[in-house]
Nanobody, 123 residues
Framework: QVQLVESGGGLVQPGGSLRLSCAASGFTLDYYAVGWFRQAPGKEREGVLCITSRESSTYYVDSMKGRFTISRDNGKNTVYLQMNSLKPEDTAVYYC????????????????WGQGTQVTVSS
């Protein structure tokens, strides 16, 4: 059974850091791109960052450059989203999703999704 499970969310103060994990089971991530998306209350789900099967990363939100990084460990079948210098506006449910080989900004182009993990940035 194909499954993606996100973890690592929580409550953090502004300026803090979190590392989210996206663990895959039932298939190998080696040939898949993995995107991170987020959805704040009342807003559309938006692309955050994506990493291709060849470990090239793409940012979909300029404000995240220099704060968020994405990496993958194919040996662990896991992709990570490191989030630093978090801001209250980063508060959202964060989802990972996969599609074969290359990244896409369009969430409709992704085949498998995790259940999401809540990130709350607040003092």
């Amino acid at each position: 059974q194909v499954q993606l499970v996100e973890s690592g969310g929580g409550l953090v103060q502004p300026g803090g850091s979190l590392r989210l994990s996206c663990a895959a089971s039932g298939f190998t991530l080696d040939y898949y791109a993995v995107g991170w998306f987020r959805q704040a209350p009342g807003k559309e789900r938006e692309g955050v960052l994506c990493i291709t099967s060849r470990e090239s990363s793409t940012y979909y939100v300029d404000s995240m450059k220099g704060r968020f990084t994405i990496s993958r460990d194919n040996g662990k079948n896991t992709v990570y989203l490191q989030m630093n210098s978090l801001k209250p506006e980063d508060t959202a449910v964060y989802y990972c999703a996969t599609r074969f080989f290359s990244c896409s900004r369009d969430k409709n182009n992704y085949d498998y999704w995790g259940q999401g993990t809540q990130v709350t940035v607040s003092s």
